[in-house]
Nanobody
Framework: QVHVVESGGGLVQAGGSLRLSCRTSTHPLRWYDMAWFRQAPGKEREFVAAISRSGSNSAYTASVKGRFTISRDNAKNMMYLQMNGLKFEDTAVYYC???????????????????WGQGTQVAVSS
């Protein structure tokens, strides 16, 4: 079982930027398709972005396209989410998730991921 840990959350003003990081331990990051999800108070966990194990393919939910960038460095066992132009509605707990395998039609589903981090809080003030 892989251990997944997020970091980098915090409080930022609207229009600001944050970079979230996710690292894996016990097993190499390169074994997994990876994603970021988020969950706001009173709402269901939702897909934000995903990246293939090689890093050659990525996908985003419509509301963050053009503002967020997902990337990974397999040599460092690290994945990142660069968030620019943050909006109040981006406020949520952000989770890093790892999957043995996802497909184009399943990469945005919570149930497609096998391992989850504890989450990191992102708060955007308006």
């Amino acid at each position: 079982q892989v251990h997944v840990v997020e970091s980098g959350g915090g409080l930022v003003q609207a229009g600001g930027s944050l970079r979230l990081s996710c690292r894996t331990s016990t097993h190499p990051l390169r074994w997994y398709d990876m994603a970021w999800f988020r969950q706001a108070p009173g709402k269901e966990r939702e897909f934000v972005a995903a990246i293939s194990r090689s890093g050659s393919n990525s996908a985003y939910t419509a509301s963050v396209k053009g503002r967020f960038t997902i990337s990974r460095d397999n040599a460092k066992n690290m994945m990142y989410l660069q968030m620019n132009g943050l909006k109040f509605e981006d406020t949520a707990v952000y989770y890093c998730a790892a999957a043995y395998k996802t497909g184009e039609s399943t990469l945005s589903a919570v149930t497609s991921y096998d391992f989850w981090g504890q989450g990191t809080q992102v708060a955007v003030s308006s």
